[in-house]
């Protein structure tokens, strides 16, 4: 399967196919509790995002299909935090987290980014490995409003 990521569009998140990953309970069961998502709430998610500055959005394609999103958050000159959703659970375990992981480290690299972290449940054991596959250092446990408390990890770039 060929895994690429795209810069995101508005039609990325304001649509029925991301509107039904982010409610379902299977794909969000790790992730900050959120309410019940619309088209309205993803489209002002999406705005939300632009206006910030600060983040930069990334639509997941496997084989030319649109499977998830991933973005950046608090961008800073050097470094930012990542984050990554692979909504279409029937692509689960073949290797797409890891190829979207990968492209993710290059495209850090390709902004000259010194570090990149995240925040993961630790009950979330496939991202957890997946991480740590990568190469993701465990940096302490920080408490998450809305969640259960948070494994910090970080990779030098
Ligand atoms: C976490 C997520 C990105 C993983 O994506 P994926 O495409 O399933 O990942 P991969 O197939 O590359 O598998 C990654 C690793 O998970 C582990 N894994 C796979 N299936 C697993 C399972 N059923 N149980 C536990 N670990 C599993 C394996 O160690 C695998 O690495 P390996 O193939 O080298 O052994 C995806 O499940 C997802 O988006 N989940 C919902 C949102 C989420 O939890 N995001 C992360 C928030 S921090």
């Not at 794909?27 to 900050?32: D, G, H, K, P, R």
């Not at 630790?122 to 991480?131: S, T």
């Not at 596959?133 to 770039?157: E, H, N, R, T, W």
Request: aromatic share 10%; hydrophobic share 40%.
């Amino acid at each position: 399967m060929t895994v690429t990521i795209r810069p995101a569009r508005w039609y990325h998140y304001c649509h029925p196919r991301n509107v039904r990953w982010m409610n379902d309970p299977t794909v969000t069961e790790f992730l900050a509790k959120r309410s019940k998502q619309t088209l309205r709430s993803t489209w002002q998610y999406w705005r939300s995002c632009q206006h910030a500055g600060n983040i930069r959005l990334y639509a997941i394609y496997a084989d030319q299909r649109h499977v998830g999103n991933a973005g950046f958050y608090d961008v800073l000159p050097d470094q930012a935090e990542l984050r990554l959703v692979i909504g279409d659970r029937s692509v689960w375990g073949k290797g797409i987290g890891t190829n979207v992981m990968q492209a993710m480290i290059t495209e850090a690299r390709r902004l000259h980014w010194k570090q990149i972290m995240l925040h993961v449940n630790p009950k979330n054991e496939r991202a957890v490995k997946l991480y740590s596959k990568l190469g993701f250092q465990s940096a302490g446990m920080v408490p998450y409003p809305g969640a259960d408390d948070q494994l910090k990890m970080q990779l030098p770039l």
